[in-house]
């Protein structure tokens, strides 16, 4: 079973990876005045604008749960120490993980023309993993 | 399928003899990404299997599949991949670098 760090770690490089790459093409496409330049596709163009959108709210989201973590204060428990602040740190970057995958998997569907049933048990494994994770996470801490 | 003769090449410039086999077959060039991306990905595998003695296919396709992207990028600066066939070397690559990423 793959931790959620491990998976979130995952998910936030490929989201990296790619906007890096599609931002490197537009570039170079702009740059050399190629003619027919492949962001003028319209689900192309609207997949980079949500991932910067969404890479630049994660550092700003990343800041206030550290805050919140900061002002929490700890309570003794059997045989660990109780943050509350895990809890919403959970619900908010498991919020960043969904939104990669949505933004991510509509180039497939669209493009390669992948089945909806493939795109349905994929969403269900992950959604999945990332409650078990989450578990572990908020029982053990890791 | 049956292609025009190079006598009927208009364009003589290296840009026009290198989209001449678009002319009778569109998805050529992304038959020759397909053929770049394989060859890529063997050539590392069994580079890294002769030299540890075992080797990760997943990481050589995924480091073949970032080089196949930068080959297209510079073949639609040269105007032989066209941008539908580009966008889908680019999302069949982006495929197989986020398998590899999980993966890893």
């Known amino acids: 079973m793959v931790t959620f760090y491990k998976l979130f770690t995952s998910f936030l490089m490929i989201a990296l990876l790619v906007f ?6 537009i570039q170079f496409q702009s740059e050399n005045n190629v003619e027919d330049p492949f962001v ?7 997949t980079y604008g949500t991932l910067q959108t969404d890479l630049n709210s994660y550092g700003s989201e990343s800041q ?9 204060e700890p309570l003794a428990g059997f045989g660990s120490i109780l943050l509350f602040s895990i809890l919403s740190a959970g619900k908010v970057f498991n919020g960043m993980v969904v939104g990669t995958f949505n933004t991510l998997i509509k180039l497939p569907i669209v493009i390669l ?3 909806p049933v493939i795109v349905s048990v994929l969403g269900t494994l992950l959604i999945f993993s ?13 | 399928m049956v292609c025009a003769g190079l006598e009927t090449l208009v364009d003589q410039s290296i840009t026009g003899i290198l989209a001449f ?5 569109y998805y050529f060039y992304l038959k020759m990404m ?12 069994f580079a ?5 003695q075992k080797g990760d296919m997943l990481s050589c396709m995924g480091i073949s599949a970032i080089a196949t992207i930068f080959m297209s990028i510079l073949g639609t600066f040269l105007k032989i991949i066209q941008p539908d066939i580009f966008i889908e070397i680019l999302v069949a690559c982006m495929i197989i670098i986020a398998i590899w990423i999980i993966k890893k």
């Open chain 1, 20 to 25: 890096g790459l599609l931002s490197f093409g």
């Open chain 1, 130 to 142: 990332i409650i078990m994770g989450l578990w572990i996470l908020y029982k053990l801490g890791g």
């Open chain 2, 34 to 45: 397909a053929a770049f991306f394989i060859v890529g990905a063997s050539s590392l595998f």
């Open chain 1, 40 to 46: 003028e596709n319209q689900l192309i163009n609207e």
């Open chain 2, 21 to 25: 086999p678009t002319s009778c077959d």
């Open chain 1, 113 to 115: 023309g992948v089945d």
């Open chain 2, 48 to 52: 890294e299997k002769l030299r540890y």
């Open chain 1, 64 to 72: 206030l749960q550290k805050s919140l973590f900061e002002s929490d």
